[in-house]
C-alpha cells in the first residue's frame, strides 16, 4: 500500500498570529530580567504553550487503510493557560455542562470586587479567592430561596482579568432562575424578571466582609496592617467602594445561555484572534473599551500595545494558580444534588452550540478520509529527544507492528 499524500492538523481557528510565536521571540530575554517575580506555574504555562503543537511534544501518524493518506497529529499541551487548547476545553465543556441543565430560564450574573481589594487578593491568593466564589454564589442562591423558597443552581467561573489584561476580579455566574421548591419538589420558573441590586449588592458586600473579619480575626489573613484601627479604616473604604453586580435579562433555553457564556467564561485570557500585530518586542491586541459606552452594551473597540516587558507580566498574573478550581458548582448544580432527571433540559435535535459549528467547520477532520469515507488507523507516534553534552537531537519513532509487516511508511 503506497502513501499518496500527507496534510498537518489544521487549526481549529485560523489565526493570522499566534501568542506562542511572540514568547519564542522574546521570552528568554525577559527571563533574564523580569519586571516581576515568575512563579513556578507561570514558568510551566509559558514553556507548555511554546511547544504546544509542535514536534517537541510528539507527532501522531494516522493512515488511511484503503488509500494511504496519511496525516500527522501534533501533540497538545492540554495546559488550561494555553488559549489553543482552553478553547477546545470550553467547548467540549459547554456540551458536557448543558446536559446537566434544568429545563427553566437562566441569567448571566456578573459580580466584581472593588479594585480596592487587589493587593490583599494578590497576597492571600487561594484564600480570598475562595471566599469570593463562595459568598457570590451564596448571594444569588440564598436569596432565591429566602424570596421563592427555591432551590436554585449556580454554574460559577472566576476572571481574574479586564479586557486590557489588568487585574480586575470578578465571576460569571451561571444563575437558574429558578428551581426545585423546597415543599413540593417541583421545578419553578420565576415570573418576574426584577431584582433590587442594590440588595444584593448589600448582601453580597456583607457575605465578604464577614469572611474577611474571620479570616483577620483568626490570622489567616496576610496584611500589612499595624492594627484594628487601620484595618477598620480599611473595611470603611471598601463600604465606599463600588461592589457591582450585573445581571443579564434570562435566557428561556439553557443552550443558548452555555453558547453566550461558553464564547468567553471558560476560555484562556487572551484570545489569540484578538491579536492584531506582532512586531518584534511589541504585541498588539484588541479589546473593549467599555468606558466609551455609557450603556456597556456598544463599548469602542481599540488596540492596546505593549511592549514584552509590560505584557508579560500583565499576561502572566493570571496564570491559574495550581490545583485551584476556577470552575464551580453550587446549589442543585453541585454534585452531590440529585435531580430528577425529567427536570433536565432535553435537546429537540442533536446538533451542537452554534459557534462550535462555525468553528468546526473552518477546519477538517484529520482522522477522517473523505475520498475512501473511512476513519484512519494510528500508524506511529514521533518525538524528538533534545541531545545532551552537544549531542544532536535523536528523533524516536514508536510504530504499530502490524502496519511495519504491511510496509506503510
Given amino acids: 500500500m503506497e502513501i499518496r499524500h500527507t496534510h498537518k492538523e489544521i487549526p481549529c481557528v485560523e489565526r493570522k498570529f499566534r501568542l506562542a510565536d511572540f514568547i519564542r521571540l522574546n521570552w528568554d530575554k525577559y527571563a533574564e530580567h523580569p519586571t516581576e517575580p515568575i512563579r513556578p506555574e507561570q514558568y510551566k504555562a509559558v514553556n507548555a504553550i511554546r511547544v504546544c503543537r509542535t514536534a517537541a511534544l510528539g507527532v501522531d501518524t494516522y493512515v488511511c487503510p484503503e488509500c494511504g493518506e496519511v496525516s500527522e497529529i501534533y501533540h497538545s499541551c492540554k495546559n488550561r493557560f494555553c488559549p489553543t487548547c482552553s478553547w477546545r476545553d470550553t467547548m467540549l465543556w459547554a456540551e458536557r455542562v448543558k446536559k446537566q441543565m434544568l429545563n427553566i430560564p437562566h441569567r448571566h450574573v456578573v459580580m466584581t470586587l472593588p479594585h480596592l481589594l487587589n493587593p490583599l487578593i494578590k497576597r492571600n491568593g487561594k484564600e480570598l479567592l475562595n471566599v469570593l466564589m463562595k459568598t457570590s454564589a451564596e448571594t444569588m442562591k440564598d436569596w432565591i430561596e429566602n424570596k421563592y423558597s427555591l432551590k436554585a443552581g449556580v454554574i460559577s467561573v472566576l476572571h481574574t482579568f479586564g479586557e486590557k489584561k489588568n487585574y480586575h476580579v470578578h465571576v460569571h455566574m451561571i444563575v437558574t432562575w429558578g428551581g426545585i421548591h423546597k415543599s413540593t419538589g417541583e421545578l419553578v420558573e420565576i415570573q418576574s424578571p426584577y431584582v433590587r441590586v442594590s440588595f444584593l449588592q448589600k448582601k453580597f458586600r456583607e457575605k465578604f466582609r464577614e469572611r474577611l473579619n474571620f479570616m483577620y480575626k483568626y490570622g489567616i489573613l496576610k496584611h500589612d496592617f499595624r492594627n484594628d484601627d487601620e484595618f477598620a479604616d480599611f473595611k470603611r473604604s471598601m463600604y465606599q467602594s463600588c461592589w457591582t453586580i450585573n445581571l443579564e435579562p434570562p435566557m428561556k433555553i439553557p443552550s443558548q445561555v452555555i453558547c453566550y457564556i461558553g464564547r468567553y467564561s471558560k476560555r484562556a485570557c487572551l484570545s489569540e484572534y484578538k491579536i492584531t500585530a506582532i512586531e518584534g518586542e511589541y504585541i498588539s491586541f484588541r479589546y473593549k473599551d467599555y468606558r466609551s ?117
Fill in 293 to 409: 459606552s455609557p450603556d456597556k452594551h456598544n463599548p469602542e473597540e481599540k488596540i492596546l500595545t505593549l511592549h514584552y516587558s509590560e505584557f508579560f507580566p500583565r499576561l502572566l498574573q493570571h496564570v491559574p494558580l495550581p490545583y485551584f478550581r476556577i470552575v464551580r458548582y453550587y446549589g442543585v448544580y453541585s454534585h452531590k444534588s440529585t435531580v430528577p432527571e425529567e427536570y433536565l433540559y432535553q435537546e429537540d435535535t442533536k446538533e451542537p452550540c452554534t459557534d462550535t459549528v462555525e468553528n468546526e467547520s473552518e477546519y477538517e477532520n484529520p482522522y477522517y478520509c473523505k475520498p475512501c469515507q473511512r476513519y484512519k488507523i494510528y500508524h506511529c507516534t514521533t518525538l524528538v529527544r533534545h541531545g545532551t553534552n552537544n549531542k544532536e537531537p535523536e528523533c524516536l519513532v514508536f510504530q504499530r507492528p502490524e502496519l511495519v509487516k504491511r510496509k506503510v511508511a
